[in-house]
């Protein structure tokens, strides 16, 4: 059986975008990530219009910023990662 794969980035300051690991979440949404703070999930990004599903009002501009630049310059390997899940992610 195979297992899912995680796809995260840090973004400092306690900050770090994650791909989701559950198969129905996967295929639940188009492809997305979830900004998360010392992990909480505050924010989610869609990756295909590079933005914030809405925008996380207790996050630094910085942050915000950071993750929308990391998330254009990486979609291809999001949405990898994210297909994968979609077939091999946890069921749990």
């Known amino acids: 059986m195979s297992s899912p794969r995680r796809y995260e980035q840090s ?6 975008l994650e791909v989701d690991v559950i198969r129905d979440d ?11 703070k010392n992990g909480r999930r505050v924010g989610q990004i869609w990756v295909d219009s590079c933005r914030f599903e809405s925008t996380p009002g207790d996050v630094p501009r910085s942050i915000i910023d950071e993750a929308l630049r990391v998330t254009s310059r990486n979609s291809y ?4 990662a994210y297909r994968y899940n979609s077939e ?3 069921t749990w």
Do not use: F, Q, V
Not at 26 to 32: I, T
Not at 77 to 80: A, G, V
């Open 11 to 16: 973004l400092g300051s306690g900050y770090k």
């Open 88 to 90: 091999n992610g946890s």
């Open 26 to 36: 996967c295929r639940r949404e188009p492809a997305h990530w979830h900004l998360c």
């Open 77 to 80: 390997e999001i949405k990898e």
